[in-house]
């Protein structure tokens, strides 16, 4: 089993900035790809960004230009700077990990992110 937990959420004001962390932890030995996702309120989950196992990262449209998604291997971290927030920006940011020889993603239990003058 892995455990993936996420910090850093809180409430921001507009234009403010946070930076998420998703900690793994568990029966593994190394990580694929990781990701991001979010769900607002009354909205289905949606894909925020991801990251390869190498660091290829890619990026939804919404928040392209205003996220960066990384990477600490070493820690078994993946972290999501996020900029310029915008109200929208409201929701609850889930992780999201591949695990060699593991059949299903694991997800942590999110953290909520609220951004509000």
């Not at 234009?15 to 593994?28: E, I, K, P, T």
């Not at 990580?31 to 660091?55: D, F």
């Not at 310029?84 to 694991?106: F, I, K, N, R």
Request: aromatic share 10%; glycine share 12%; charged share 15%.
């Amino acid at each position: 089993q892995v455990q993936l937990v996420e910090s850093g959420g809180g409430l921001v004001q507009p234009g403010g900035s946070l930076r998420l962390s998703c900690a793994a932890s568990g029966s593994f030995f190394r990580l694929n790809g990781m990701a991001w996702y979010r769900q607002a309120p009354g909205k289905q989950r949606e894909w925020v960004a991801g990251i390869s196992s190498g660091g290829i990262t890619n990026y939804a449209d919404i928040v392209k230009g205003r996220a960066t998604i990384s990477r600490d291997n070493a820690k078994n971290t993946v972290y999501l700077q996020m900029n310029s927030l915008l109200p929208e920006d409201t929701a609850v940011y889930y992780c999201y990990a591949l695990v060699p020889g593991h059949p299903s993603p694991y997800w942590g239990k999110g953290t909520l992110v609220t951004v509000s003058s």
